[in-house]
């Protein structure tokens, strides 16, 4: 059974940095594509940062928006998931969500492709 628990989740002013931590059960992060993916309130769910499995070197991908900001990581010994956000924006005010693929090939923002989630963390960045 796969589980994905989230958090690091909390309230900064903007320009601040916060690490959101996704720890794996059932699932070997570093074997699999896995993502962060976050939905603000009144918009669509949006991929921010995924890494393909080892079997594609690893691979990040990051959406344009947060390009240079943030930094998706693992922890392979404690089979965990980071990503680092620094000069938070407040436009970055969003749940955040951790999610593993673990069937199909790829590794892109399609939430569609995820099978695992996990119950997000609340991130709220401050003006």
């Known amino acids: 059974q796969v589980q994905l628990v989230e958090s690091g989740g909390g309230s900064v002013q903007a320009g601040g940095s916060l690490r959101l931590s996704c720890a794996a059960s059932g699932v070997t992060v570093s074997n699999y594509c896995m993502g962060w993916f976050r939905q603000a309130p009144g918009k669509e769910r949006e991929g921010v940062a995924v890494?393909?499995?080892?079997?594609?070197?690893?691979?990040?991908r990051y959406a344009d928006s947060v390009k240079g900001r943030f930094t998706i990581s693992s922890d392979n010994a404690k089979n965990t998931l980071h990503l680092e956000m620094n000069s938070l924006k407040p436009e970055d005010t969003a749940m955040y969500y951790c999610a593993a693929r673990t069937s199909g090939s790829g590794c892109r923002f399609e939430s569609d492709a995820y099978a695992y989630w996990g119950q997000g963390t609340q991130v709220t960045v401050s003006s």
């Open positions: 890494r393909a499995g080892f079997g594609s070197f690893g691979t990040t």
